[in-house]
Each structure stands twice: as C-alpha cells, then as structure tokens.
C-alpha cells in the first residue's frame, strides 16, 4: 500500500476540508438501486447497491458515521473505490438515517450491530461474497464489534476482511475529548442534529420519546446519557459506552482487518489506539499516520483520497488469498 503524503498536517484542516471536498461517484456509470433491508418486524434499512462494469469479485457494505448517511463525501468517494476494483458495493444507512426516519420506530446507537448482521446473512444466503465490511468513525465502531461479536462465525457467514477509519474505540474517552473547548465547532453541529432528529421522532412517536430535558442538553455526552442509554435500556452513558465500545471486541476478531487513524484526529486521541493495541490481535493491522485529520486523509498527487485507495488495494489483496 502506498504511503500516504497529506495535503493538509493539520488536524483540523484536514477533517474540515475533507468534509467540503468534492467527491466523484459516477453513477452514470455505476447507477444506484435501493434496496431496502427488513432486518426487525418494524424496521428497514436502507442501502444502496451499486454494480460494477466488470465481473463482481465482492461485496463491499460501508457504513457511515455519526448523523452521517449513504450521501456522505467519503461513502461516495469508497463506492467509486470499490466500483473501479470489481466490488459491488452497498452504501448502507444507519436505522433511520439517509430520509429513512419512516422505516423504524427507533433510534440508532454506536454499537447495533443487528441490520448490518441481518444483511450478512441475507447476502450469504443468496450465495454472494466473499463480503467486506467497511466503517467510518462511528460505522466503524460497529463493524468492529459485529466481528468482534461474531468470532468465527464471521468465516462461516463469508466474511473475507474488514475495514475502519477513524473509529471511536473508547466511546468515552472520544466524547470527552469531544467536549474540549477546542472542539465547538464538532461537538456544537452534532448535538444540533442529534437533537433535531430526535425530535422529529418525539413528534412521530410522543410515548416513546420524551422530550423532557432536551433543550438542556449541550453535549453528545449528555445527550447519551439522558436519551440514547434510555432508548436502548442501557441505564446512562457510562453503561452505553462500557459495553459498545469496539476496543473490547478486537481481540476476538477472525477474520483480517485493517484500522486507519490519524494521529492529529481532533476528535479520537491516538492513544485509545495505543492503549486498545488492536495488533494483539494478529488478524488486525494499525496504519497510524501522523497527519490526516478526522475521516480526512486527504492526499497530494492524483489520488485525493488515500484512505479510500488504501482500503480498495488492501481489499483487492484480501480478495487473491480468499
């Protein structure tokens, strides 16, 4: 894989420019179908499927991060990635994101893994693979606990690898760091549209999502620990955070992975990676670049956008001994 030269060696720069970066899927070419996934008896998912000019080599699902969706920069820019390496690629939606709020009576959390296990399963069932999971930030917290959760079992499914970029391991540790004064202008757009969302479905479904406390609440710490635990039965943010937090099921991991990080993420101290030492695991391999930014990586040269090449060749490598 080759090395990465940033084109910003600042943190913020990086991840805010990247975040306005244009970013090229031809769907001329690479015409998108929706497919919609009934992963609970009240709940769809939405992906959308992209097929490749050439013979299907895999399947590539990639899932966005935080109040993000299948129109994020970055999951467009992978699904070109993937598209170009002969993969079919489904950009999947969190449970309610990408104008899907109709399609469950929920929320979503860091650490639900269901709609992307019930989606696995489909596609091993209809004989498609080998498959390869991909997740940004948040997505990535749960692509590393779905296979963290799943042991072996991700073998027998046709699981083949996965990939994460700038993923939360410590959920904590990152919404501390969140919370620094230096990152208002992350945290402030977050909780704005944490809480938009939510009360979008208090207006939808009143008895089932209170709104008491609401307009106090100034942190996506807060907004957890009121709101998200309660929803899913977790009791506060403490006890959310403790028990989906991807850096406890790295070590169960059995297929290959690879985790991109940045060290000047102004979002996620490096040293949750340190401490978390994914490469205990050997299956797991760190790129820890020293520039980059927060799901940035944006690169000198031809190819803009590193993380995205560095994924698709690593996954192409994974595909020959599959």
């Keep these: 894989m080759h090395s990465f030269n940033p084109l910003f060696r600042n943190g913020d720069l990086a991840t805010i420019a990247s975040n306005f970066w244009p970013r090229n899927l031809d769907e001329l070419r690479f015409p998108a179908t929706r497919d919609l996934h009934r992963t609970e008896p009240e709940v769809q998912v939405l992906a959308l499927r992209h097929e490749p000019e050439i013979a299907v080599r895999g399947e590539l699902i990639v899932l966005h991060g935080l109040e993000g969706s299948h129109d994020s920069g970055y999951m467009k820019s992978m699904a070109q990635a993937g598209l170009l390496r002969g993969l079919r690629v489904h950009r999947l939606n969190m449970r309610t994101c990408g104008g899907t709020e109709g399609l469950a009576p929920t929320l979503y959390h860091a650490g639900l893994t269901s709609d992307m296990l019930r989606i696995v399963e489909g596609l091993h069932a209809a004989g498609r693979g080998p498959i390869f999971l991909m997740g940004y930030s948040l997505g990535g917290n749960v692509v590393l606990k779905l296979a963290g959760e799943l042991g072996i079992r991700a073998k027998e499914l046709g699981i083949a690898g996965l990939v994460s970029v700038s993923t939360p391991l410590d959920l904590m540790a990152c919404c501390l760091r969140m919370q620094e004064k230096r990152n208002f202008i992350y945290s402030s757009k977050f909780i704005e549209r944490l809480k938009a969302r939510y009360r979008r479905r208090a207006a939808e479904f009143p008895s089932i999502f209170p709104l008491d406390g609401l307009d106090e609440v100034k942190s996506v710490l807060e907004f957890d620990d009121k709101f998200t635990s309660k929803a899913f039965g977790f009791g506060d943010a403490a006890g959310y955070y403790g028990t989906q937090s991807s850096q406890a099921f790295l070590q169960t991991i059995s297929i290959p992975g690879l985790l991109i990080h940045s060290g000047d993420d102004p979002l996620i101290p490096s040293w949750v990676y ?42 192409v490598g994974n595909l020959r001994r599959s």
Aim: charged share 30%; net charge negative; with cysteine.
């Design 274 to 315: 340190e401490k978390a030492d994914p490469e205990k695991n050997p299956n797991l391999k760190l790129m820890l670049t020293r520039h980059g930014g927060h799901v940035g990586f944006l690169s000198r040269g031809e190819s803009r956008f590193w993380a995205e090449d560095c994924a698709g060749d690593w996954i």
